[in-house]
Nanobody, 127 residues
Framework: QVQLVQSGGNSVQAGGSLRLSCKVS????????MAWFRQSPGKEYEGVAA???????TYADSVKGRFAISSDAATNTLYLQMNNLEAEDTAMYYC?????????????????????WGQGTQVTVSA
């Protein structure tokens, strides 16, 4: 069974940085699709960062140049480095991975089409 356990959320001032972590068990990150989403109160889930099939990262326009997605195959952990945070980044952040392997499936990028989700971690940015 695939499980995702998140850590790293916090409250920071605008301009600050945070790194979110997502430890994955039950699946090898190198074989599946991975992404980070967020949800603000009253809003839909928004994809913020993801890996495409060839390993290229893709980002929402709102976070480009400020956020970076990465993964560590040795520890099977997915990361989201967030720099120069803005009040608009305040949200619950979720890591997510696919049930399908990349060899036989097109990674959905920033579309909400993933199978397994972390428990969520709150990021609050004060102006």
């Amino acid at each position: 069974q695939v499980q995702l356990v998140q850590s790293g959320g916090n409250s920071v001032q605008a301009g600050g940085s945070l790194r979110l972590s997502c430890k994955v068990s039950g699946a090898a990150l190198g074989a599946i699709c991975m992404a980070w989403f967020r949800q603000s109160p009253g809003k839909e889930y928004e994809g913020v960062a993801a890996f495409l099939n060839d390993g290229t990262p893709t980002y929402a326009d709102s976070v480009k140049g400020r956020f970076a997605i990465s993964s560590d195959a040795a520890t099977n952990t997915l990361y989201l480095q967030m720099n120069n945070l803005e009040a608009e980044d305040t949200a619950m952040y979720y890591c997510t991975v696919s049930a399908n392997i990349r060899e036989s499936w097109t990674c959905p990028g920033l579309l909400n089409a993933y199978a397994y989700w972390g428990q969520g971690t709150q990021v609050t940015v004060s102006a």
